[in-house]
């Protein structure tokens, strides 16, 4: 297994000192059996008056920060080492019954499965149900060569394009623009599988590179990819803006339905009006097999919440 070392700074500045409310933190890798956190810490400055973790109802780890005094700073550093174990594509299984496109899921999976195979984003002309279906072939339905090409895909005829601002662009614009961030191909991924009638969730984390010459996108900011539950292997890792299947090179962070439960930091303050001047993200990461760090990666964006990154 190799480790991996995140570091993961976030400062806010502001011309005046603000009062802070609640902030909810959502930086501690998860716990399962391809990847063991060693580590983790979580330092505040200014200090806050509590300090108390949670698991939402997706099994995330969330600190919850009440702060007491007023300050014209706020520093948010995650730091983990994680033991990682990759699964490459060769190992994901797939009950018989599945194999072939389509299936159905067993009726003992289909309560707990529903809620993530419901669509996010309207598509009454059906443009991202008709690119979908592209990628179905009835003389070769292989369920996992499927995803695998949509996977791939996404990364081959998409051009990957840098946004600092909050929020996902809607499948229709990635289809539309032929770009987009990491986290609106992965949008994209999985509104695109939902309406085949899988069941997906959104991921947010880290992605390192344990070879250079792979250029792994992502990799000096937070990351975002898709789950999609394949019977015989369950949640398995698809992240289309690398072309990756199965979940090499990828921590996971946090888990949910909708990409709005996963925002690594989010907050309020009060204060004059124009008070905040910026909000700066470093993140590094580093492979201790190769003893191999990556690069900084500063960003500035607007007030209130620190959004995935790349």
């Keep these: 297994m190799p480790t991996v070392s995140i570091d993961h700074i976030t400062r806010y500045r502001y011309r005046d000192k603000v009062a802070f409310g609640e902030h909810r933190i959502m930086t501690r890798p998860r716990e399962s059996y391809d990847q063991r956190v060693l580590s983790a810490s ?21 600190a919850i920060a009440t702060f007491a005094d007023r300050s014209d700073r706020l520093d948010v550093r995650a730091t983990a080492e994680v033991e990682h174990l ?8 797939v009950e018989e019954y599945a194999r072939h496109y389509p299936f159905t899921y067993a009726a003992e999976d289909m ?3 529903l809620r993530s195979i419901e669509r996010r984003y309207d598509d009454r002309d059906r443009r991202v149900d008709g690119w979908a279906r592209r990628f179905i072939h009835p003389n070769d339905g292989d ?31 990635t289809l539309r623009n032929g770009s987009g961030t990491c986290r609106d191909f992965a ?15 959104f991921v947010s984390g880290y992605i390192y590179d344990p070879d250079e010459r792979t250029h792994r996108v992502g990799g000096h900011s937070t990351h975002a990819w898709v789950r999609v539950f394949l019977p015989g292997s369950g949640w398995i890792e698809f992240d289309p803006t690398n072309g990756i299947v199965g979940n090499d090179s990828l921590i996971r962070v946090a888990v949910a339905r909708d ?3 996963v925002t690594p930091l989010s907050g309020t303050w009060r204060g004059r009006r124009g008070s905040q001047i910026d909000m700066n ?11 191999t760090a990556q690069p900084r990666f500063d960003d500035n964006t607007t007030a209130g919440k620190e959004p995935i990154q790349c």
Excluded: C
């Design 42 to 62: 979580l330092d505040i400055d200014p200090e806050p008056s509590t300090l108390r973790w949670i698991q939402d109802v997706f099994g995330n780890a969330v």
């Design 86 to 93: 990759p699964t490459p594509e060769s190992d994901i299984a």
């Design 111 to 113: 309560p707990d499965l």
């Design 143 to 173: 369920t996992l060569a499927m995803l695998r090409d949509i996977t791939q895909t996404i990364r081959r005829d998409f051009d990957y394009n840098r946004r600092d601002e909050k929020g996902i662009q809607s499948p229709l614009v």
């Design 187 to 201: 949008m994209l991924m999985m509104e695109a599988v939902r309406a085949l009638g899988f069941a997906a969730r």
């Design 259 to 261: 990409p709005a439960h």
């Design 281 to 291: 993200v470093e993140v590094r990461l580093e492979h201790m097999a190769t003893n």
